[in-house]
C-alpha cells in the first residue's frame, strides 16, 4: 500500500493538478475526500489549521500547497520527471495562473454555474475572501472573466505553436500542470476550447494522464496512521535562521497570502530556507507532526 495519502475533493483544481501529476508518473495513491467547506476538522487536525486543499500526507509529515507537493512527489518518484530544469519558465508560469489566471477561471465557472452553487458554499467562499459572494454579482462577471481567459489563453494557444508539445517545452513541467489544473476547471463551467486548437489537443494530452492508482481511505485511517508515526528527518541543508530573522525553536505563524483568512498555522520552526518551511505542530488527535509549507505564497512571521 502506497503511503502518500492525498487529501482533497474531486471538484478542487488545485487537487486536479496533483492528480494529474501522479497519473503521470504512473504513481499508487490512497485518496481521502475532504469537505468542500469548512469546517474541516479531520483535516485542521493533521495541518494545524491550514484548511485548503490538496494537503499530501505521509505517516506525520503532512505537506500543504501543491507546489510543495508536487517537489516531494518529485523528490520520491523522480521519472519521468517534471521537474522544471527541463523546460523553461515553469515558476513564472506557475505565479501567472496563482496569482491571474486561476482568479478568471474561478469567476467564470462560478458564474456560470451561479444558480446550482449550494448557499452554504457561497457563504463559505465569502467568509474566506473577506468579501460578499451574490449570485447575480457573479453572473454579471461572466463575459468580462470570459473575454480575459480568451485573451490569455490566446497567449498559451501561439506559444504551443512551436514544436514543442508542453508549454514547459518536450517535457510536460510544473507550469503544464498548474496551467492545466487550471483550464480544466474553466471546462468545468462550459469553456469553450474549441477557438484553441493547439491548447486543446494539449488539454487532451495532459488529461489522457489520468490519475495514476488510486486507493480509497478514510480520514480516520489517516489520522491513524498520523498519530501512530513519527514526523521524518528534516532534509534541510543547513538550519542557519535566514533573512527573515527568525530562529529556529521560536513559535511562528504561516499563513497564505491569497484567500488566507481563518488559515494561519502555528507552530515551532523546525527548518527553514529560500524555498521552504517547517513547523513541528503538536495536535491534539494526531500528535507530534511536522507541517511543510512552501515560502512562496506564504506569509512567515513571528507567533
Ligand atoms: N496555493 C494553493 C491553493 C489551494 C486552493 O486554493 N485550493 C482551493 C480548492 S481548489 C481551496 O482550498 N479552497 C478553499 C477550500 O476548499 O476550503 C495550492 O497550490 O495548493
Not at 116 to 128: E, G, S, T
Request: aromatic residues 8%; hydrophobic residues 40%.
Amino acid at each position: 500500500m502506497s503511503d502518500l495519502i492525498l487529501h482533497h475533493y474531486k471538484e478542487s483544481p488545485y487537487a486536479e493538478k496533483v492528480r494529474t501529476l501522479m497519473g503521470h508518473k504512473g504513481i499508487a495513491w490512497q485518496s481521502v475526500t475532504v469537505p468542500r467547506i469548512a469546517p474541516k476538522p479531520d483535516l485542521t487536525a493533521l495541518t494545524g489549521g491550514y484548511r485548503k486543499v490538496p494537503v499530501l500526507q505521509r505517516g506525520a509529515d503532512i505537506f500543504c500547497d501543491t507546489r510543495l507537493i508536487c517537489a516531494e512527489i518529485e523528490r520520491l518518484h523522480p521519472a519521468p520527471s517534471a521537474a522544471a530544469a527541463q523546460g523553461h519558465f515553469g515558476a513564472v508560469i506557475e505565479h501567472w495562473v496563482d496569482v491571474h489566471l486561476f482568479a478568471k477561471a474561478v469567476a467564470y465557472t462560478f458564474g456560470r454555474n451561479a444558480d446550482h452553487l449550494p448557499d452554504a458554499l457561497l457563504a463559505d467562499r465569502a467568509a474566506l475572501r473577506g468579501a460578499p459572494l451574490e449570485r447575480e454579482a457573479l453572473k454579471a462577471a461572466v463575459p468580462l472573466a470570459e473575454q480575459e481567459l480568451r485573451r490569455h489563453l490566446g497567449w498559451v494557444e501561439a506559444g504551443l505553436q512551436a514544436p514543442s508539445p508542453f508549454v514547459n517545452g518536450k517535457h510536460p513541467g510544473p507550469g503544464d500542470f498548474n496551467l492545466y489544473a487550471t483550464v480544466w476547471f474553466a471546462v468545468q463551467g462550459r469553456f469553450d476550447l474549441t477557438p484553441f486548437p493547439a491548447l486543446s489537443t494539449w488539454f487532451g494530452r495532459m488529461q489522457g494522464m489520468g490519475h495514476g492508482q488510486r486507493a480509497d481511505s478514510t480520514p480516520e485511517a489517516a489520522m491513524a496512521i498520523a498519530a501512530e508515526s513519527r514526523p521524518r528527518p528534516l532534509t534541510y541543508e543547513s538550519q542557519l535562521p535566514d533573512a527573515s530573522g527568525l530562529e529556529l525553536g521560536q513559535m511562528v505563524c504561516v499563513t497564505p497570502e491569497l484567500l488566507g483568512h481563518g488559515t494561519s498555522v502555528r507552530g515551532e520552526l523546525v527548518g527553514i530556507d529560500g524555498e521552504r518551511v517547517s513547523l513541528l505542530v503538536l495536535s491534539e488527535r494526531c500528535g507530534a507532526l511536522h507541517v511543510h509549507f512552501p515560502r512562496q505564497g506564504y506569509r512567515l512571521m513571528a507567533a
